[in-house]
C-alpha cells in the first residue's frame, strides 16, 4: 500500500489542493458521500470549495455528509459540538442538507446504541466516498488517541490530557473541555474509499512524520492509514519539515 503526499507552500494552497483531491473523489458517484471533519485544518478546503462553486459542492445537497464524532454530554447546539461547527463551516458553505448531515448523539442515553446507529447510517448511505480529515499533535485521527486498534469501530473513547490541551482553545477554558467523546473507529475511517489528510503548521511536523514514515504503529493512529489504496497527506512546508525531502517528496511513498 502506499501513501502520497502532496507538499505546497501555506495552508491556503492546502485547501486548494485537497479541495481538488476531494471534487475527483466525489466525482465517482451520482450522489457522492463527504465525510467532513473539524478542527481548524480542514476549514481552508472547505473555503475553496464554496469558492468552487456549484463544482465544489457536487450534488452534495442530496448527499448524507458524516462527521466523525461527537463530544459526550453536550447538548447539539453547544457552539463547538461537531453538529454545530459542522453546521457552520461546512454546512452552510457547501449548501448541504442539515438534515442530512449525520452526526453520532452524544446526548444518547444509550450511548453504546448511538455508536451502532450512526455505523448504520454509513452503511445506509452506501459508505464515504472521500473522508477530510485533520490530525492531532499526537498523530489521532477523529479522536482515536494512541493505542487504539486499527480494526477500531466507531465507540465512546476518553480525550487524553494533551488533546483536551490542544482543544482548549475553543472552549472558556481547560475545565469546559469534554472528557469523553463518540468517535469512529480507525477501521470505520479505513473503509472510505479515499482519505485526504490535511496538516499545516510545525506543530504537526512530528506527527505527519511518525504517520508516513516506518511501518504503521498504534502509538500514532494516523500511521494505520499507510494500510489504506487511496490516502492523499496534503501538507503545507512546515507540516511536512520532518519528512526526508529525498523520500518524501511530492510523490506517492512505497
Ligand atoms: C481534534 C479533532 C480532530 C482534529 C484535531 C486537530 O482533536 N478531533 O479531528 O484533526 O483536533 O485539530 P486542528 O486541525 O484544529 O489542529
Redesign the pocket.
Known sequence: MSVSVRIVADAAAVGDAAAELVIAGLGVRDAPVLGV???????PVYAALERRGPAGRLGLGRAPAPA??EYVGRPADHPES?RSVVDREVTTRLGLDPSRVAVPDGTAEDLGAACRRYEAALRAAGGVDVQI?????NG????NEPGTPADSRTRVAE?MPS?RN??AR?FPSLADVPER?I?QGIGTILEARSIVL????E??ADAVARAVSGTPDPTCPASALQAHPRVTFVLDTAAASLLDPARHGDHALH
Not at 37 to 43: R, Y
Not at 140 to 143: E, Y
Request: hydrophobic share 30%; proline share 6%; net charge neutral.
Open positions: 471533519a473539524t478542527g481548524s485544518s480542514p476549514l466523525p464524532g461537531y480529515l485533520g490530525i492531532g499533535s489521532h485521527i477523529g479522536f480525550l488533546t490542544d482543544n475553543y467523546c468517535t490535511v496538516a499545516s503548521g506543530a504537526k
